[in-house]
Nanobody, 122 residues
């Protein structure tokens, strides 16, 4: 059984930075695409960033230039470096992984983590 565990969320002031991590464990772990999604209260879940096994990345327009997604050498851990955070970035952030190709803003048949809260105060 595969598990995705997020960490690194917290509270920060506007303009600050946070780094989220997502570790994949269990079997199998040969995911082709991994990504980060977020959901704010009263809003739909939205794709933030994704990275495939070749290192190709995609970002939503709302975070482009501020957030960076990366993966470690094993490709079983991904990170989301979030800089210049804004109050509108406040949301629960979820890690997701799929054995299918990445697509802008979505993953196909993903496995999900439980989420980590990010709160940005003005």
């Amino acid at each position: 059984q595969v598990q995705l565990v997020e960490s690194g969320g917290g509270s920060v002031q506007s303009g600050g930075s946070l780094r989220l991590s997502c570790a994949v464990s269990g079997h199998p772990t040969n995911f082709y695409c991994m990504g980060w999604f977020r959901q704010a209260p009263g809003k739909e879940r939205e794709g933030v960033a994704s990275i495939d096994s070749d290192g190709l990345t995609m970002y939503s327009d709302s975070v482009k230039g501020r957030f960076t997604i990366s993966q470690d050498g094993t490709k079983n851990t991904i990170y989301l470096q979030m800089n210049s955070l804004k109050p509108e970035d406040t949301a629960m952030y979820y890690c997701a992984a799929s054995r299918l190709r990445c697509s802008p803003g979505k993953l196909y048949s993903p496995s999900w983590g439980q989420g980590t809260q990010v709160t940005v105060s003005s």
